[in-house]
T-cell receptor, first 110, second 113 residues
Framework: DQQVKQNSPSLSVQEGRISILNCDYT??????FLWYKKYPAEGPTFLIS?????DKNEDGRFTVFLNKSAKHLSLHIVPSQPGDSAVYFC?????????FGSGTKLNVKP | EAQVTQNPRYLITVTGKKLTVTCSQN?????MSWYRQDPGLGLRQIYY???????DKGDVPEGYKVSRKEKRNFPLILESPSPNQTSLYFC????????????FGNGTRLTVT
């Protein structure tokens, strides 16, 4: 049973608008959460992370929100750009084990 | 350039023929790990290593072996590959300590016929 779930396989957004990618997890022991971006034929690239002691982390156009009571993680991209089109994976970690969601394919239309 | 290097990028083999996928990192990271990516399942951790000679099972270790004789290398060994091990494999490393992200290689696409 997957401990980290991304329920939206795909998302399409207009350039300049906000992209919101969502992720749910089941294990309350997770202490570190990450988002990765993946282009075809490349490995996942680290985007942004958040510790379980925080509820928000921001890095430029990317903001990650953590709602521990709901066991929910989200990534906001503002403004979205065509170069952001990729597959996004959320991940959670505890005790050196990492668990990934199944990914959301983001398409940013010019 | 800091990187994780996997070889080969593509591999086609037959059932039962032992193979090794190599992984090397030049960042002096103590932690290394292997993942497989399958459609609808995301990335699943196969094995990880906290340091030289220290390895532990991830979520899907069956059918795989690893070794960590040197800090920079972490090969993945399939002693007797089967078709259900056809997948995209990623090696990753990270700094020791909390809140350190994984850095991934570019992947190895394995097909077992």
């Amino acid at each position: 049973d997957q401990q980290v779930k991304q329920n939206s396989p795909s998302l399409s957004v207009q350039e300049g608008r906000i992209s919101i990618l969502n992720c749910d997890y089941t294990n309350s022991m997770f202490d570190y959460f990450l988002w990765y971006k993946k282009y075809p034929a490349e490995g996942p690239t680290f985007l942004i992370s958040i510790s379980s002691i925080k509820d928000k982390n921001e890095d430029g156009r990317f903001t990650v929100f953590l709602n521990k009571s709901a066991k929910h993680l989200s990534l906001h991209i503002v403004p979205s750009q065509p170069g952001d089109s990729a597959v996004y994976f959320c991940a959670a970690s505890n005790f050196n084990k990492f668990y990934f969601g199944s990914g959301t394919k983001l398409n940013v239309k010019p | 350039e800091a990187q994780v290097t996997q070889n080969p990028r593509y591999l086609i083999t037959v059932t039962g023929k032992k193979l090794t996928v190599t992984c090397s990192q030049n960042m002096n990271h103590e932690y290394m790990s292997w993942y497989r990516q399958d459609p609808g399942l995301g990335l699943r951790q196969i094995y990880y290593s906290m340091n030289v000679e220290v390895t532990d099972k991830g979520d899907v270790p069956e059918g795989y072996k690893v070794s960590r004789k040197e800090k920079r290398n972490f090969p993945l060994i399939l002693e007797s590959p089967s078709p259900n091990q056809t997948s995209l494999y990623f090696c990753a490393s990270r700094e020791t300590g909390a809140d350190s992200p994984l850095h991934f290689g570019n992947g190895t696409r394995l097909t077992v016929t």
